[in-house]
């Protein structure tokens, strides 16, 4: 079973991708009363039409949770127009930190996927309010802004986005690391496509394609639902799947007791590999970026 924690509008359709591939039943919660079981309504009538026999329940319950193998918290503040990620930690940090302790009372031999923002911070909150091993806890972000870089990449070369293979690392925010050097297009490398200026070009665009997005209708809800998918179905399914995504750094790119967006492998026991990546001096100086804002979200976090 695939536990979800918050059944707005990024969680239902995460939800509804994750059903609709027939990847696991689904069990949702949310507090407000009804949301999460007339969610669950809702997807179940989608799922009859198309024959996708999982079962989806909902509930304002925690205790809804148990038996889950994967729980998906997308609980908290949404970002609004005009904001940052940074701007809603400290709420932020109170909800998910109160969610996950529910989440490892319930669910306690699960893997845990953050996708509230800032999701960096959030997925630290949840690492130190569960007391699970690293590995089971793993932040979403690299996947979305991989899709959002991939789409930038596509409309500036005027090419199909299947023969897109890109990367994009760093912190899930403003200092994010599109890497062009690690991008081909069918084989051929990006940066032998694109001059220095275009490919930073097409890099300012994937970090500003968000807020775009949230300004025009209020908030990034089906890319973000895809990416959760493809995550839960990689550890659901075992599949081993390499993937950029946020995890708890012990010495890998220099980095000790702070998480963020690094390729990884993903599995049934969650985040299996960690895979360093050989950096350019400017490549690692805008990663060091996101890793000190990290920090200094870390230090600014409310009393657990």
Known sequence: MIGFVGAGRVGAQAALEVA?????????????????????????HKLSETGVDVSVTGSSDYSNLKGSRVVVITAGLARKPGMTRMDLLGKNAVIIGSVAKEVAKHAPDSVIITVTNPMDLMNYVVLKATGFPKNRVVGMGGVLDLSRFKHVLSLKLGVSRSSITALVIGEHGENMLPLARYTSIGGVPLTSLLNEKEVEETIQSTRQVAIDVISKKGATVDAPGNAIARMVRAIAWDRKEILPASTLLDGQYGVTGIGIGVPLMLGSSGVERVYELDLNDGERAQFMKGVDTIKEGVAALPPA
């Open 20 to 44: 609709s591939q027939g990847i696991d039943d689904i069990a949702m919660v949310d507090i407000i009363p009804g949301l999460a079981e007339g969610e669950a309504l809702d997807i179940s």
